[in-house]
Nanobody
């Protein structure tokens, strides 16, 4: 079992920055991929970014490419999402997820474990 705990959400003005953290505990795999997703009110959960643990492979949704950066600290079992140039449309609950395979994925059904989410609100 893997437990994921997100932190770092909050309220920020448009153009501002936030850094989200996802701490993993329990049975963590050295080769599994991690992802960030988000869900706005009334919308489906959507892919934001993914990263592998064992090499610096990353993958981003087109809507955040160039503004968001996903990274990880293997020693701390933590994944980060640095969000810059935030827009009101980035407002959502952000979820961290882990899958049992090393291949990156943008699909929610391919992730086995989920955190509880952290709210990000961007005011205009």
């Amino acid at each position: 079992q893997v437990q994921l705990v997100e932190s770092g959400g909050g309220l920020v003005q448009a153009g501002g920055s936030l850094r989200l953290s996802c701490a993993a505990s329990g049975r963590t795999f050295s080769s599994n991929a991690m992802g960030w997703f988000r869900q706005a009110p009334g919308k489906e959960r959507e892919f934001v970014a993914a990263i592998s643990w064992s090499n610096p492979s990353t993958y981003y949704a087109d809507s955040v490419k160039g503004r968001f950066t996903i990274s990880r600290d293997n020693a701390k079992n933590t994944v980060y999402l640095q969000m810059n140039s935030l827009k009101p449309e980035d407002t959502a609950v952000y979820y961290c997820a882990a899958r049992s395979y090393s291949l990156l994925s943008r699909y929610t059904y391919e992730y086995n474990y989920w955190g509880q989410g952290t709210q990000v609100t961007v005011s205009s």
